[in-house]
């Protein structure tokens, strides 16, 4: 039995946390970890005596993103042996892009979109670095509280991919900032991310659990069907909007970046630009 990288918190009453436990890792994204979520997740959908679910992480960093310590068949190995069928899709070891396509949708499209949709509302707390994958841990969740020295990025593009799996981007920082944070790959602060209205609140480290924590009570002290329905008016206004059909094309092209890539470099992002923890081979020139 493989130790889990989550742990499931009841800090007050009515309030779950759910708690990023791979510090060591800089609470990096793996097949697992997303299983766990997910299952924790449901623990507390499933908990009546939960109103209210915080989603945060242990150590200096929110998350580094994706693990990409590895290959692409390792991933996929690891979506087959650890899924519990978050998604329809199956066949994660196909090889080529069925296999790539599948555990991707399976593990990051699938998988955030069932967190974002969840009956009861979502608080993240987000200290240090939140970079690419983990901005979709982040923009899941109704409510961002973030600590001054949060910094978010997306870098993908670097690595030859248009962005990361779930394009929250134009939604959450507006169209023309979007590009501009995905064009340039920079690092913004949680003031910056704030202006930008992508996080609610900024909170001295040393106060973001506390924050959160209040800000649950004070939630979970409404009527929960209200507190639902209220949920699902704001997330049906954003798809009528056209977001989950957004999210789903830019996933799409998303695809094509891998697709390139493994013709041009045998990995699914662009190896010379990786950050070094990719232990990923070089192709042979
Ligand atoms: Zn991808």
């Excluded at 997303?34 to 150590?59: M, T």
């Excluded at 600590?147 to 030859?160: L, N």
């Excluded at 920079?186 to 480290?205: F, K, Q, T």
């Amino acid at each position: 039995m493989t130790e889990s990288t989550i742990r499931y918190e009841t800090p007050a009453p009515g309030v779950a946390r759910i708690v990023l436990a791979r510090a060591d890792k800089h609470n990096a994204i793996n097949p697992q970890m997303i299983y766990d979520v997910n299952e924790a997740f449901n623990q507390a959908v499933r908990d009546e005596s939960v109103k209210v679910i915080i989603l945060g992480a242990d150590g200096r960093n929110f998350s580094a993103g994706h693990d990409i310590a590895g290959t692409v068949e390792g991933y996929q190995a690891d979506t087959q042996q650890n899924s519990p069928g978050v998604s329809s899709w199956s066949d994660f070891t196909e090889e080529y892009t069925h296999g790539w396509y599948a555990a991707e949708k399976e593990t990051y499209l699938e998988s955030a979109r069932r967190w974002r949709n969840l009956s009861k509302p979502t608080i993240c707390t987000v200290q240090g670095k939140c970079i690419a994958g983990a901005l979709i841990f982040a923009w899941v969740c109704d409510i961002i509280v973030a600590s001054k020295e949060a910094v978010f990025s997306d870098p993908v593009v670097t690595f030859g991919v248009s962005g990361v799996e779930w394009l929250g981007h134009p939604w959450e920082l507006g169209a023309r900032k979007a590009k501009e944070f995905l064009f340039t790959s920079d690092s913004w602060s949680a003031e910056e991310a704030h202006r930008l209205g992508m996080v609610n609140h900024v909170v001295e480290r040393d106060e973001l659990d506390d924050f959160a924590l209040a800000m649950a009570i004070k939630i979970a002290a409404k009527p929960a069907f209200a507190l639902k329905l209220a949920k699902e008016a704001v997330n049906k206004t954003l798809d009528i909007q056209g977001q989950a059909n957004a999210i789903d094309q830019a996933f799409s092209l998303h695809h094509l970046c891998h697709n390139q890539n493994f013709r041009k470099f045998g990995y699914g992002m662009d190896t010379n630009n990786l950050p070094k923890v990719a232990n990923v081979p070089k192709k042979e020139a």
